[in-house]
């Protein structure tokens, strides 16, 4: 993906003024890591936030590349 059009998905959270959380979502095939959004309700900041902090706990923690440990 170009690294210009990587504005637009976080865009959205912030010209509606909602909260957005991002967090680790594993690598890819070639081993670069990838992320996700989560978007919660307007002035639910610490719901993004728990969400995920769950999700980390039971799905996928941040894990840093061999190159920077």
């Not at 959270?13 to 909260?19: C, D, E, N, Y």
């Not at 890591?33 to 309700?41: R, S, T, Y």
């Not at 980390?56 to 923690?61: A, F, G, I, P, S």
């Amino acid at each position: 993906m170009p690294y210009g059009s990587l504005v637009v998905y976080p865009m959205w959270a912030i010209f509606t003024g909602q909260p957005a959380t991002a967090f680790p979502a594993g690598v890819d095939r070639r081993g670069l890591p990838l992320g996700l959004q989560a978007i919660g309700p307007y002035l639910d900041d610490r719901t993004t936030m728990r969400f995920a902090q769950l999700l980390e706990q039971e799905w996928h923690d941040f894990q840093a590349p061999p190159a920077y440990s």
